[in-house]
C-alpha cells in the first residue's frame, strides 16, 4: 500500500479546480458535494460548468497565469489544463504542502481519486494506485449492485442516536451489540426498506429498554424471476446474499440458489417427484420458527411471491405471528417467458387487456367465466395450465373465442432447457404435449402472432409486424 486511503472534510473549504473540459466537469460536479468552495479557471468551459456557476455550485473565474496565482489556503488542486500549466501547478502545490490531482497523470499527482460508491453518509472508495482505473470502476459496479439504495439512511439514523445510548450504556462492548443487533434485525431492515417512521420508533423504544422484537430476525419473502439468474431484481439479490436461511421451492433454479451466501442452510420446501409436498400450514411454521430464532429468513419463490405464490398467506401468517415481513417483488413467468419469446403482451389495438389467470385444477377450470375472456383484444397469460389444458380449449371456445386464436406455450421459460411450441386455440391439448416437461404457461392471443416463436413457424405473415425472419433453433 503506497497510497493511503482518507476522506477529507472539505465542508466549506476552498477547491481550486484548472481546465474547463470533461475532466474539470467530471470533478466539479462530483467535489461539489461535499460542500467545498469550488473555483474553476478556464478560458473554455464546458456548457455544463456554467450551469454549476449560475445555480451557484462554483464559482468560474477566466484563466490565470499558473506561475502567479495564488494557491495558498486551497485545501486541494486539481488541474486538467494540459501542459505546461499542470506541470508547473502540481510543482507549485506541492512546494507548499497543497494536496494535487493531475487528471490521468499519476506522476504530476500527491493524491489520486478512488472510484466512489456514494450512498449519502456511508461511502465506499476504490483504488488501484492509479495503476487499473478499468479494474476498479468494474468492482465498483459489483458492490454497488449489493449495497442498499438507503445505506445512507440507517447510517443517519443510527448517527442521530449514537448519543443517547453512549448516555445510557457506557459499556463500548454492550454499545457494539446493541448496534449490530439494530443492524441485522427488524429495525435495519425496516430503514433499507423505506420504511424510516416505523424503523425510528422502534429505535427509541429499543432505546427506552422496550423491545418486543429483541433477538427476532425477519422473512423476506423473494421472488426468484422464472428461472434465468440475471432476471433477479438488486434487492433480490442483496437478501439473498445476507440469508442466514433459505427456504425455496421446485420453481428456483439451481442457478439463482447459487448466488446465494455460501454458508446460508437452504431448505427445500417444494414438490419432488414421487413424494408429498409438504403443507402451506408447515411451511409457516417453518418460517417463523427460524425467524424467532433471530435469523434472516429469505423465502425464495419462483417468480413473483404475489403472483399465485402463496405469499400473500405466508405474510399474512408471519404478520399475525408479530414477525417483520418484506417483499421483494420478482419477475413473473408470464413477463419473463413474453420478453424472451419476443412477445409484446400489450399492443395497440391487438391486445388491450392482460389477464393473468390459473386453471391449476379442473374444478378450477370448470369454475372459470370464460365469457369475460372471449373478446379478441383480451390476451391471456395461463398458469398452472398444463394438465386442465382440454378444459381451458372448450371453455375459451364455448363461450365463443375464436378457436384460431393464436397460442403459445412455453415450458422452462428463461432457462437453458426453454421450449416453445405455437399454434392455435383448438390445438392447444396438443401443443401442450409437445412443449415437453416443466414449468408451463400457456399464452393466447392475437398478439402471439408478433412473437419469435411464431415468426419462425409461420413466417411474419401478418402485415403490420415488420421484423424479418430470423433463422433460429428455440427461445431461450
Ligand atoms: N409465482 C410464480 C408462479 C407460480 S405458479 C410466478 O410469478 O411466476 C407455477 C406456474 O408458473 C407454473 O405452473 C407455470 O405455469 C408458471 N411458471 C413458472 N415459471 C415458469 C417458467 N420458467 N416457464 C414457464 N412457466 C413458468
Not at 128 to 152: H, M, Q, Y
Not at 383 to 409: I, K, Q
Not at 424 to 443: F, I, N, S
Request: charged share 25%; glycine share 10%; proline share 5%.
Amino acid at each position: 500500500m503506497r497510497y493511503f486511503p482518507i476522506f477529507v472534510d472539505l465542508k466549506d473549504r476552498p477547491v481550486f479546480i484548472f481546465g474547463g473540459g470533461e475532466p474539470a466537469l467530471n470533478k466539479a460536479r462530483l467535489l461539489s458535494k461535499t460542500g467545498a468552495h469550488i473555483r474553476v479557471f478556464a478560458d473554455h468551459a464546458e456548457a455544463e460548468l456554467q450551469r454549476l456557476a449560475d445555480e451557484g455550485r462554483i464559482e468560474l473565474h477566466p484563466a490565470v497565469d499558473p506561475h502567479s496565482v495564488e494557491l495558498i489556503g486551497a485545501a486541494l488542486v486539481v488541474s486538467s489544463a494540459g501542459d505546461p500549466a499542470d506541470r508547473v501547478l502540481s510543482e507549485r502545490a506541492r512546494a507548499l504542502g497543497i494536496p494535487v490531482n493531475v487528471v490521468d497523470r499519476t506522476e504530476l499527482c500527491s493524491f489520486i481519486t478512488p472510484a466512489i460508491i456514494d450512498r449519502g453518509t456511508v461511502l465506499a472508495a476504490i483504488g488501484t494506485e492509479g495503476a487499473a482505473p478499468v479494474l476498479a470502476r468494474r468492482l465498483r459496479a459489483k458492490i454497488e449492485s449489493l449495497l442498499p439504495a438507503r445505506l445512507g439512511d440507517l447510517a443517519d439514523l443510527i448517527g442521530s442516536r449514537r448519543e443517547r445510548l453512549a448516555g445510557i450504556a457506557p459499556d463500548v462492548s454492550a454499545r457494539r451489540a446493541f448496534w449490530e443487533e439494530v443492524v441485522d434485525g427488524p429495525i435495519g431492515a425496516a430503514a433499507l426498506a423505506g420504511r424510516m417512521d416505523e424503523a425510528t420508533v422502534a429505535l427509541d423504544d429499543k432505546l427506552s429498554g422496550r423491545d418486543p422484537g429483541a433477538g427476532q430476525g425477519v422473512v423476506y419473502l423473494v421472488g426468484a424471476g422464472p428461472g434465468d439468474p440475471e432476471l433477479l431484481t438488486l434487492k433480490a439479490l442483496r437478501v439473498l446474499q445476507d440469508a442466514d436461511i433459505i427456504f425455496h421451492d421446485d420453481l428456483v433454479t439451481p442457478e439463482v440458489l447459487d448466488l446465494a451466501r455460501r454458508d446460508a442452510e437452504r431448505v427445500f420446501v417444494g414438490k419432488k417427484a414421487g413424494t408429498k409436498c409438504i403443507a402451506q400450514r408447515d411451511i409457516n411454521q417453518e418460517l417463523s420458527a427460524a425467524a424467532r430464532r433471530g435469523l434472516r429468513v429469505v423465502r425464495l419463490k419462483g417468480g413473483d411471491p404475489f403472483v399465485f405464490g402463496r405469499g400473500g398467506e405466508e405474510m399474512e401468517h408471519l404478520q399475525a405471528a408479530g414477525i417483520e415481513v418484506f417483499i421483494v417483488p420478482g419477475i413473473t413467468a408470464a413477463l419473463g417467458c413474453a420478453a424472451a419469446a419476443e412477445l409484446p403482451l400489450t399492443y395497440r389495438k391487438e391486445s388491450a387487456r392482460l389477464t393473468l389467470m390459473t386453471a391449476h385444477r379442473a374444478a378450477d377450470a370448470e369454475a372459470i367465466d370464460w365469457t369475460g375472456l372471449v373478446r379478441n383484444d383480451t390476451t391471456l397469460a395461463i398458469y398452472m395450465g398444463r394438465a386442465t389444458s382440454p378444459l381451458v380449449a372448450r371453455g375459451l371456445v364455448e363461450a365463443g373465442r375464436d378457436p384460431h386464436t393464436p397460442v403459445l406455450v412455453i415450458t422452462n421459460g428463461t432457462r437453458p432447457d426453454a421450449r416453445t411450441v405455437t399454434g392455435t386455440l383448438e390445438e392447444l391439448p396438443d401443443l401442450v404435449k409437445q412443449a415437453g416437461e416443466g414449468p408451463a404457461l400457456l399464452v393466447l392471443g392475437q398478439v402471439v402472432r408478433r412473437s419469435r416463436p411464431w415468426r419462425d413457424r409461420f413466417g411474419a405473415a401478418i402485415s403490420r409486424i415488420t421484423g424479418h425472419a430470423r433463422q433460429t433453433e428455440s427461445v431461450t
